[in-house]
């Protein structure tokens, strides 16, 4: 059993000595360890069997440890943006600098960092004293954790489980990369593109225009997958098998027999939505009377395109395709 609680100086101490700690951030639990220290990074691969070209985003308290980060020519977009959406759910990529080891950024010259606006991410990483890669703190490929025990389900071999109770968005951050006087959009995420074209010209990167050559390696098609089959919902509730579970977002009268629904919201609250997504998903992959789950689509506007992303992804592996 992971030791867990919310002694932060001793998850803090974890991390200095190079041990492994997951910790409740704004978006979801992250997995992390000391980013200059590249035998702790190698762990957290190790511990969930994340390939090694899927590189980590590195999560900082103050904004000074950014020189440390990126490289000397940091953009001027990089200022307004951290100054916009800082402590918060958005990630920047630009170019490193030679402190930050290979294996944080899978060998890439440039780095992702965030500074979460999570009471309990901010002391740790501040106590910690030195930057933290987190990914997200679940198996590669499987469900994000918005939960401590989502975490104890799927993680054996980390050092503690740090705990706290504040509200989570539910869903990844928003990455965007900088180059030069250019912003694009590699994930959509908490923050949305809208937000941030408010601040700086920002254009969607469209994955399928380049083929290949990813500038973000993480951003599989297949991800943050369910151990059942999940499929998004197209035709009629009545006609679903009864060993289904439904995910809906609102609690419509619909007259419906089907035994297992949750509803993650009342109403099609994009953001309760969001912070129920997870968790809902996590119950119907426990409940051993599901066999398939379906879950109802979202409109794609604000927050909704990065939930119907994690849906799509979601739904990859059992649909092969993303609609
Ligand atoms: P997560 O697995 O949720 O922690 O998200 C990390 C994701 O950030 C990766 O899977 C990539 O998609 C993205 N990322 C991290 N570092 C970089 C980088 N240097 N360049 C581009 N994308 C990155
Ligand atoms: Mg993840």
């Known amino acids: 059993m992971i030791q867990n609680g ?138 994000s954790p918005t939960k401590p025990e989502h975490v104890l389900k799927q993680l054996s071999g980390i050092d503690y489980l740090l705990t706290g109770n504040q509200k989570m968005v539910g869903i990844e951050s928003t990455v965007i990369s900088i180059e030069d006087d250019q912003c694009f959009l590699l994930r959509p995420g908490a923050i949305s593109l809208s937000d941030i074209q408010k601040v700086v010209p920002c254009v969607y990167f469209n994955q399928s225009k380049k083929g290949k050559d990813l500038p973000s390696p993480g951003l599989l098609k297949s991800h943050y997958s369910p151990n059942k089959p999940l499929y998004i919902l197209k035709q009629d509730i009545h006609s679903l098998p009864l060993d289904s579970g439904l995910i809906l977002h609102h609690k419509a009268d619909l007259p419906t027999n089907a035994p297992n629904i949750i509803y993650t919201s009342g109403n099609r609250s994009q953001i309760e939505i969001a912070a129920n997504l997870f968790t809902a998903l996590h119950t119907m992959e426990d409940d051993p009377t599901i066999s398939q789950i379906y879950i109802e689509p979202v409109e794609e506007f604000g927050l909704g395109i990065a939930i119907m992303d994690r849906i799509k992804k979601a739904a990859f592996r059992y649909t092969g395709h993303c609609e």
């Open 6 to 143: 919310t002694d932060v100086s001793f998850a803090a101490k974890c991390i200095r000595e190079g041990g492994l700690v997951a910790f409740p951030t704004e978006t979801v639990y992250g997995l992390g360890a000391d980013a200059l220290n590249p035998q702790a990074v190698a762990r957290i691969f190790e511990v969930k069997q994340r390939p090694t070209f899927d590189p980590l985003i590195v999560h900082i308290s103050e904004i000074y440890q950014l020189e440390m980060l990126f490289d000397d020519l940091i953009s001027p977009l990089v200022n307004k943006i951290t100054e916009a959406f800082w402590p918060g759910p958005l990630t920047i990529v630009h170019r490193k600098s030679i402190k930050v080891p290979d294996i944080v950024t899978s060998g890439l010259n440039t780095v992702a960092v965030r500074m979460p606006s999570h009471p309990v991410a901010l002391e740790l990483i501040r106590l910690a004293q030195t930057p933290v890669a987190a990914p997200s703190a679940n198996r590669f490929g499987q469900l």
